[in-house]
């Protein structure tokens, strides 16, 4: 028996430094962002919410659904006249009137009767892109992740260059503001050497250089209802897509925003019977009681959220694990991804 012991003990002697060299579990995307620094996350501007409250569900529960506008310079026009369509509360009373399978929800007037409010703007079919204006810093192209060279702002040389790899079959890149996905048509060139503060030499980096960028439809992004050519809507008219991105609709409809709470009160919605998913029977309509925007709230009753900075370094390790996914499940890293499989990271934030 004592020697039995000691075999047993002598085995296990060569069993536990095994164990002790295993490597660390590689964390999944969920649980890089869960592990973000406070500093990493960025608040949303009450000013650039627009929330809407459907009627309540079959069992009395409110419904409310939380929309991020885009940011300048992208889509300006419309969202001007979204901003002055909820100041007039011109969508009370109206309807979620169209709900189709793998593609959207949309709301507006279902009548197509009801007055609009004065001095909205006819936007051009130029403005579904826009020429860079600096708010791109950094662009993901299929050779990396490269800093940006625009009209107006040249970004310092990294000192590293990092080594994201991405595709996208609608554009040559892809670039993230204020948490919005862009498609980026740029061109790569060759940088100039340029030296430190400190008066380090830094190796010659390539900068995409940008020609025109617009928003692309992804899931849950808002986009603007519009007639054939050259109508292009005036915003009354918005829809969010809930299925398969529909990224040929990009640059010939307006994107306005996404949606970033609430989502579920929009795709779990029946489906329209009629062509296009549009509801048959107007009582199958679902009623908007409201949409505001998040300061004509009372100060309690705004929501509150922030996004990942797409510019931290925990963004970038967030896209590689979206783009490879090594974490214990998978098998294969694919090596790549669609922008639309690299959704940006938002959270609520709660009141204390």
């Known amino acids: 028996m004592k020697h039995l012991l000691l075999t047993a003990v002598a085995a296990a002697s060569l069993v536990l430094p095994a164990l002790a060299q295993e490597p660390a579990p590689i964390p999944s995307p969920g649980e890089i962002v869960a592990s973000a620094p406070a500093s990493d996350w960025i608040a949303i501007a009450p000013s650039d919410l ?3 409250d459907l009627a309540p569900d079959a069992k009395g529960k409110p419904r ?15 969202i001007g006249n979204i901003r002055k369509l909820a100041a007039a509360h011109w969508w009370d009373g109206t309807s979620v009137n169209r709900v189709q399978d793998n593609y959207v929800a949309q709301w507006g007037d279902a009548t197509e009767k009801k007055a609009l409010p004065r001095g909205l703007a ?13 708010s791109i810093k950094t662009v993901w192209t299929s050779n990396g992740k490269q800093p940006a060279r625009t009209m107006m702002v040249v970004v310092p040389t990294p000192k590293t260059p990092p080594s994201k790899k991405v595709a996208d ?15 980026v048509l740029s061109k790569v060139e060759r940088g100039q050497a340029k030296t430190s503060a400190e008066g380090e030499r830094l190796p ?26 050259p109508d292009t809507g005036s915003g009354a008219e918005l829809y969010t897509v809930i299925g398969h991105a ?3 609709l990009d640059r010939n409809i307006a994107v306005v925003g996404r949606v970033i709470g609430g989502i579920e009160h929009l795709s779990s919605l029946p489906r329209g019977t009629g062509a296009l998913g549009f509801y048959e029977d107007p009582a199958e309509r679902v009623a908007i009681a409201s949409i505001r925007l998040a300061t004509e709230l009372p100060a309690a009753q705004q929501p509150r959220f922030e996004y990942l900075s797409t510019e931290s370094e925990t963004f970038a390790r967030y896209a590689d694990a ?10 294969l890293p694919a090596g790549g991804a669609d922008i639309c499989n690299i959704p940006v990271p938002v959270r609520p934030v709660v009141a204390k």
């Open 50 to 52: 627009l929330v809407m």
């Open 246 to 248: 529909p990224r040929h």
């Open 322 to 331: 979206r783009q490879n996914r090594r974490d214990p499940f998978f098998i």
């Open 204 to 229: 010659i980096w390539d900068y995409a250089v940008i020609d025109k960028a617009w928003p692309v439809h992804c899931y849950g992004m808002v986009g603007v209802g519009r007639n054939l050519s």
């Open 122 to 134: 006819t936007v051009a079919e130029s403005e579904y892109q826009t020429v860079g204006d600096g």
């Open 169 to 183: 079959p609608y554009a040559s890149s892809y670039a993230f503001v204020a948490g919005m996905p862009l498609a």
């Open 64 to 78: 409310r659904v939380v929309i991020q506008l885009m940011p300048a310079p992208f889509s300006q026009g419309w």
